[in-house]
């Protein structure tokens, strides 16, 4: 039997369900508002086109055409593919004052936003790869 409750078109699950379904990166990631390490994700010099999805629930997240080269170490996106599945959530852990960015659908920690993005829209939607999933078109 599935503890996995869709309410509100959100998707809950226990702890103990995620754990399954998740590596245990996606899992410190999306369950936990871990960040892998710099320079280390899979997608972090992806270049094909597609639709990158939550690893969590796999609502589409960014498209690859909003992908760009930010040096920062992580996937870096302009705009996400549709602003209502995103959600921002101001996060002062270690120090800082940010914007944290988690899927709409799953609350599963994404990464953060940043005002320092190229146009059109000056962002810089900082992402783990692993609360990605890239669907290559």
Known sequence: ???????????EKSEAEWRKELTPMQYAVLREKATERPFSGEYEHEHLPGTYTCAGCGQTL?????????GCGWPSFTQPALESHVDEERDVSH??????VLCSKCNGHLGHVFEDGPGPTGLRYCINSAALKLQPK
């Not at 039997?1 to 998707?11: A, E, F, H, N, Y």
């Not at 120090?95 to 944290?100: F, N, Q, S």
């Open 1 to 11: 039997m599935s503890d996995t409750k869709t309410t509100g078109g959100k998707v």
């Open 95 to 100: 120090g800082m004052v940010r914007t944290e």
């Open 62 to 70: 960014f498209e690859s055409d909003a992908k760009f080269d930010s």
